[in-house]
């Protein structure tokens, strides 16, 4: 090839601005262009992440033909990483198509390295933030308190606005916001998808639901709903300019979890709170301070991941099993595997070598077995918080 010196350009600039500048003189040489647009689709949009010889009208578009359309003198060519390149010339080397691609996996993984970091550096963070969480709310409050914390923390965790809408009927009408990013809707029609969110208690997740398109359109990323129909309900907006992460929805369903359970404790069931809620505050706590440890201090995981486990106090034992069942990652209740001799088992990546799987059973001392759905939510977290750092490792 002609461009050995600008190979070693690109490879000294890689991850760093001047790379995609580099990269264009080079597309400008080899196809004789004049113009050279970058696209990229990352978070839901097709963002332009450089530009020469030409100026764009904007920086990001909901959808690439609307790109197309800007510069539609511009040919176009698809690559590797979500990226697209418009110039006014043609590719004729296939060496230079290769490079190109190659570059841009290369970018990508380092994008993806960058990416997990960020997440662990997070994930300490809300840890630390779901802890908090846990003490405020271990306290007797009354309910405009509560959600206040609720919203609050939220907004502080997801790094987001929370908006907070109060269901009325057939209607949730907005009492407060936090946060930079402000709703312009003062009434929401409660239909099917949230109205299910309350009754069956789960939270939503925009990107993967295919209805509510009109709060999608205004930012919102997640629905958190709080209580029950027949006495107070709430819900709250989670807005923010980027998408939940995979692993943000761990977190998102851990809030969830943990704000409901207070909320029934002090609200539905109205049992002598201080009294009954300390132990369990204690072990949730204890589980907190386990992955905190594991996020800031990552060696010997899998040693740690199962000692989490074994801390919890509902758990009698836990027994390690060579893995006898074709399963991904997670997991499961003996509902749902009839044929394992454990109230649950969790399948997990193998610390050593991340092709190989392990399987654990877990058995609930029988005084604990009506906490089973709260320990799999607890179960659930642990391992995320895992299988996140290790991932990280590699």
Not at 68 to 76: G, S
Not at 216 to 242: F, Q
Request: a negative charge.
């Amino acid at each position: 090839m002609q461009y050995i010196k600008k190979i070693l350009e690109l490879v000294s600039s890689l991850g760093t601005p001047s790379f995609h500048s580099q990269l264009g003189e080079l597309i400008k040489t080899e196809t004789k262009s004049t113009k050279v647009v970058f696209i990229r689709y990352i978070e839901d949009m097709f963002i332009i992440f450089d530009a020469q010889g030409v100026v764009p009208k904007k920086l990001e578009y909901i959808n690439l033909d609307e790109a197309v359309q800007e510069f539609d003198q511009l040919n176009m060519f698809e690559f590797s990483f979500n990226t697209y390149i418009l110039c006014d010339g043609e590719f004729e080397d296939y060496e230079i198509i290769e490079l190109l691609n190659r570059s841009f996996e290369k970018e990508e993984d380092l994008y993806e390295k960058n990416r997990l970091e960020t997440v662990i550096d997070r994930l300490s963070y809300q840890l630390s933030a779901i802890k908090e969480l846990v003490l405020s709310l271990s306290e007797p409050l009354n309910e405009e308190s509560f959600i206040e914390i609720v919203q609050s923390t939220i907004s502080e965790l997801l790094f987001s606005s929370a908006i907070t809408y109060k269901v009325n009927a057939m209607k949730a009408n907005k009492i407060s916001n936090i946060g930079y990013i402000d709703l312009d809707i003062d009434s929401i029609k409660m239909d099917e998808i949230l109205i299910s969110s309350i009754e069956m208690k789960y939270a939503l997740i925009m990107e993967d639901i295919q209805e509510l398109e009109y709060l999608k359109e205004k930012k919102v990323k997640s629905i958190i709903p709080i209580g029950e129909l027949d006495n107070e309900a709430y819900l709250i907006m989670v807005i923010r300019d980027t998408k939940i992460d995979p692993e943000e929805k761990l977190f998102v369903e851990a809030i969830f979890r943990i704000i409901q359970h207070f909320y029934i404790k002090q609200f539905v069931e109205l049992i002598d709170f201080k009294e009954q809620i300390t132990m369990k505050t204690l072990r949730i706590l204890q589980v907190f301070d386990n992955l905190l440890d594991i996020v800031k201090n990552p060696v010997n995981l899998e040693k740690k991941f199962i000692e989490t486990i074994n801390y919890l106090s509902e758990v009698h034992n836990v027994s390690s099993r060579k893995l006898a069942h074709d399963l991904p990652v997670g997991v499961y209740s003996n509902r749902e595997i009839n044929d394992i001799d454990c109230d649950m088992m969790i399948v997990y990546t193998c610390e050593e070598n991340s092709s190989n799987m392990k399987e654990i059973c877990i058995n609930i001392s029988e005084n604990h077995k009506e906490n089973y759905l709260e320990l799999l939510n607890i179960m659930t977290l642990i391992l995320e918080s895992y299988e996140t750092v290790l991932e990280s490792k590699k």
